[in-house]
């Protein structure tokens, strides 16, 4: 498994992850950030975990 630190590249994997995680579906993004919430995350404060490559966890402060 790899942990590592998010880039504002990981944006929409970061967001896929979390509604999964939570069994929700996202919404279609707002223009310039996927609304409300998602425009206040701040990627450089985030951690991405992957296991073989794939996305399976996340963390933001």
């Known amino acids: 498994m790899e942990i590592r630190a998010t880039t504002e590249q990981d944006f929409d994997v970061f ?11 996202p919404e279609a993004p707002a223009e310039g950030g996927g609304g409300l919430w998602w425009s206040a995350l701040e ?19």
């Open 15 to 25: 967001v896929a992850t979390v509604h999964t995680a939570f069994a929700r579906f």
């Open 43 to 61: 990627m450089d404060r985030g951690v991405l975990a992957l296991a073989d490559g794939r996305p399976v966890g996340t963390a933001a402060a």
